[in-house]
């Protein structure tokens, strides 16, 4: 006879909770998100005023070829930009790829 007999329980109530391997669950995928451009616009808006209110030198705005937001950090006297996020000539490849995603596309049609 051994002691879990004894004691009557099984190995999974012996093993306190922490210890007993996690069971794997499924995710449901993130829904994709709706880009509205008037909500987007909203939204950019806000995060303008907040970064005001909190004297940050951050300015959000969307690219308007492509939609992405764009992030700047400007120098509060000069009005400079110092960084951005993507970079000009990252919106610009961003751009040359949709276009010839755009030809491609035609062209199969």
Same mark, same amino acid.
Request: hydrophobic share 40%; glycine share 2%.
């Given at each position: 006879?051994?002691?879990?007999?004894?004691?009557?329980?099984?190995?999974?109530? $012996?093993?306190?909770? @922490? *210890?007993?391997? /996690?069971?794997?669950?499924? +995710?449901?995928?993130?829904? !994709?998100?709706?880009? &509205? #451009?008037?909500?987007? $616009?909203?939204?950019? @808006? *806000?995060?303008? /005023?907040?970064?005001?209110? +909190?004297?940050?030198?951050? !300015?959000?705005?969307? &690219? #308007?070829?492509?939609?992405?937001?764009?992030?700047?950090?400007?120098? /509060?006297?000069?009005?400079?930009?110092?960084?951005?996020?993507?970079?000009?000539?990252?919106?610009?490849?961003?751009?040359?790829?949709?276009?010839?995603?755009?030809?491609?596309?035609?062209?199969?049609?």
């Amino acid at each position: 006879m051994d002691l879990q007999s004894l004691s009557g329980t099984s190995n999974s109530m $012996a093993t306190p909770a @922490a *210890a007993r391997p /996690r069971q794997a669950t499924r +995710a449901e995928p993130a829904p !994709e998100p709706v880009r &509205d #451009p008037e909500q987007v $616009a909203r939204a950019v @808006a *806000a995060l303008n /005023r907040a970064m005001a209110a +909190a004297s940050r030198d951050i !300015e959000f705005s969307p &690219d #308007p070829a492509s939609g992405h937001t764009v992030v700047r950090v400007m120098d /509060r006297q000069t009005q400079q930009v110092i960084r951005q996020m993507p970079s000009e000539e990252a919106l610009a490849i961003s751009r040359a790829i949709e276009q010839w995603q755009g030809m491609v596309l035609r062209q199969k049609a």
